[in-house]
């Protein structure tokens, strides 16, 4: 798994990907050209508010967008050229070589076959297994997913199940294609702590045995520092950040990330008042000029709405940041009418 | 000292059938199932738990939106009953409720600020509009929301602004308790703090008591001077946040604990066996004695009882007689 080569080729590569979507009138671009590699036996965590981009990224990319959405740059399968792929040759990759997973497993399964029946379709298309022998693989993989009594529970409907069940079902059927890359869109937003410490126990446990890539979708940053070994932060449908999880955690570099670690109550430590991000998000087809996260930023000044940044390294490593003021905001220097306080403690 | 809000054996349940339509055998679902806590003038209460463990329940049964099967809830010393009459409306004028989803709870059709002064108006007719008009944009003030934002609707606002749409509504009139149901759930990261900073602030000027129920201990923990978790319909621990979190004491409040992950730190988890039982299902005995990882033969058989001593207040077999335990 850590042969030379596969480390150097990335097992899928975005380049340049934007999505613009119809809106009748005029496309409104909702994804402004992402690039994203994630090597064999990787998990990418994808962080980022609601419409960031983090979700259509990866609906765009496996051709699951409808046909409002125009898509242009490029998305590699171990060196294949996939975007906007022909229909039929998408199918075959979904569920095969890409599994997906998404925040709600109940809708995911069809509420009226069987669990069995489901599962057995999936192993039909991708594996070719009928019968007999995709009984006992159904079997087997609701039993690798840490369902009890496997057997009967082929025969139950998804509403005779739990959340935290039918989850681990939609994870079955996710394996059943031997995946490659597994797209995990918000698999735990849904559960109960408890029932999500188990899921990501579960999907951690599965890339280590499997050597499968893994990106995990989330809007939750403790969720995502939990597996993931490379974070991006998406804001308003670009990468606005990435670096390995621990790295990112521990001295992010962009004013939104440490923003956004900075409004989330703690649970050890004392108890302080919030560094509340001022601002909302804004709507994608009135994007400010420049840096779309300027206007809430603490540490803008004039240059920032006048140039949109790139992501450029920093200090080094593997480590890259969107931001004119990287410089700045790693010293903790506000431009003189900064407004809000950002502490340099997040960088020790 | 009497609490502006005293809960006492609070139980709710529910006759429901069991799976089998029609012919399904009748059973009981014990959403609540004793609850007794007390919240005193301008403190907050946390309530925490997961689904299906009662909270949204007791939020319903505190502001008399269902009756109770069993207890009482008195607020200011007075009942509060289920009869939607002139006294449960009085009372109703000063407890208020802010919900999960602020646009299932506005109306889509009213412009906000004819939203933030409806209670005004029901609750005091003879009010002269003018003066009606000044109090809305005070209070949109308060909340952070711009004069130019009191004639649009709902769904122009983003959930943040519509979150501060239903706190200005709910505080209208000046309320003593504020029950707040997972009121930052649906907002992003970043609007979240701004709401639960809000919330604080308006706390500390107005001074009104709550009883803030969420499933995010992180939030929770923020906002409370006491937290009470809950499983099944009762709660089994109970005391200061930081003793609560950082020390807990029942099983089930170790695992909650451990289960939350947090940011820059992996940390050991204990993972909990199975699902939560089905609250119509409850076993015997503890309740948690299924999933709990150090049940002994006792929790099986015996409901452990919320034992109080010196502020925190925990129901385990294990902690509240340890010495018994070792015996068996």
Redesign the interface.
Known sequence: MTEHFEQLKPLVSLRGLTVDFDTGRRYVRALHGVDLDIHRGETLGVVGESGCGKSITWLAATGLLDARARMRGSVKLAGEEILNAPAKRLAKLRGGRIALIFQDPSSALNPVHRIGRQLGEALWLHRGLRGKDARREATRLLERVGISNPAQRLRDYPHELSGGMNQRVMIAMALAGEPELLVADEPTTALDATIQAQILDLLADLRRETGMAMVLISHDLGVVSDICDRVAVMYCGRVIETAPAERLFAAPAHPYSIGLMRALPELDGPRRRLDAIPGTVPPPDALPRGCTFAPRCAFADDACSGALPGLRPVQGGDHRAACLRVEAVRRGALPPEGRVACQTGVHA | MTALLSVRGLKRHYPVRR?GGLFGRPATLKAVDGLDFDIPAGRTLGLVG??GCGKSTTARLVLGLVPPSAGEVRFDGGLVTAKHDAAWRRQRRRMQMVYQDPLGALDRRMPVAEQIGEPIAIHEPGLPAAERAERVAELMAQVGLGASMAQRYPHEL?G??RQRVVIARALALDPALLVCDEPVSAL???????V??LL?DLRARTGFAALFIS?D???V??MSDRVAVMYLGRIVEEGAPEEV??APLHPYTQ????????????RE?I??EG??PNPVDVPAGCPFHPRCPVATARCTREVPRLERDAGRAVACHLVTAPAAHAAE
């Open positions: 799976p997961e689904s983003s943040g602004q992003d990261v970043s609007i979240q703090a701004q639960l900073n604080d499933h201990l992180k939030v923990r923020q979190f950082h695992a909650l604990v451990s289960a939350i992950p947090v940011p820059g730190r992996r988890r993972v909990l699902d939560p």
